[in-house]
């Protein structure tokens, strides 16, 4: 069941005020812990999933963005910055894996910005914010940068540009 939609033509400017009335229906009478009864049955609640996209699930998390260094939501990777592509990649492959505990305790300092007002909720903060629609990760970010460099010729070989 959906909860919540939002959009508009920019973030808000307080992810905590943003985030208030829902912040106190979850957590005012503990419906998250204890449940609810409806027609004398107990009736249990989880927050299943955050569904956002990039940049909104780095905001909603308070963490650094997927195209930082230490971008990655799922893994402690750090990122090298390409000065031929002018972006950062992620050179290893087998890297520890970002945990709930992990993340609340701000084991990699450099992935955090801000505390987020969702630690107030007893969700995983890693795997409740589900990563893997190609919106951005492909048709926005990769697909973008490659057609981009064959079109314009960016790539610093000329097989890679595209001839009229």
Same mark, same amino acid.
């Given at each position: 069941m959906i909860i919540g939609i939002y959009w508009g033509k920019g973030k808000p400017s307080d992810l905590?005020?943003?985030? #208030?009335?829902?912040?106190?229906?979850?957590t005012a009478t503990e419906i998250l812990k204890e449940g609810i009864i409806v027609k004398n049955t107990?009736?249990?609640?989880?927050?299943?999933?955050?569904?956002?996209?990039?940049? *909104?699930r780095s905001f909603l998390k308070g963490v650094a963005n997927f195209n930082s260094q230490h971008g990655c939501q799922k893994c402690t990777v750090e990122g090298q910055y390409s000065y031929l592509s002018r972006t950062n990649y992620f050179p290893q492959k087998a890297c520890e894996k970002r945990t709930d505990?992990?993340?609340?305790?701000? #084991?990699?300092?450099?992935?955090?910005?801000?505390? *987020?007002?969702?630690?107030?909720?007893?969700?995983?903060?890693i795997q409740d914010f589900p990563i893997g629609y190609s919106l951005h990760l492909l048709n926005l970010g990769i697909m973008k940068k490659?057609?981009?460099?064959?079109?314009?010729?960016?790539f610093g070989? *000329?097989?890679?540009?595209?001839?009229?």
């Open positions: 905590t005020k943003f985030l #208030q009335s829902f912040l106190e229906a979850a107990l009736k249990i609640i989880k927050i299943r999933s955050f569904i956002c996209d990039s940049p *909104s505990y992990g993340f609340r305790t701000k #084991q990699d300092e450099l992935h955090h910005k801000y505390d *987020s007002p969702l630690l107030k909720l007893p969700i995983d903060m490659i057609l981009c460099g064959w079109r314009d010729g960016k070989n *000329s097989k890679t540009k595209w001839k009229k």
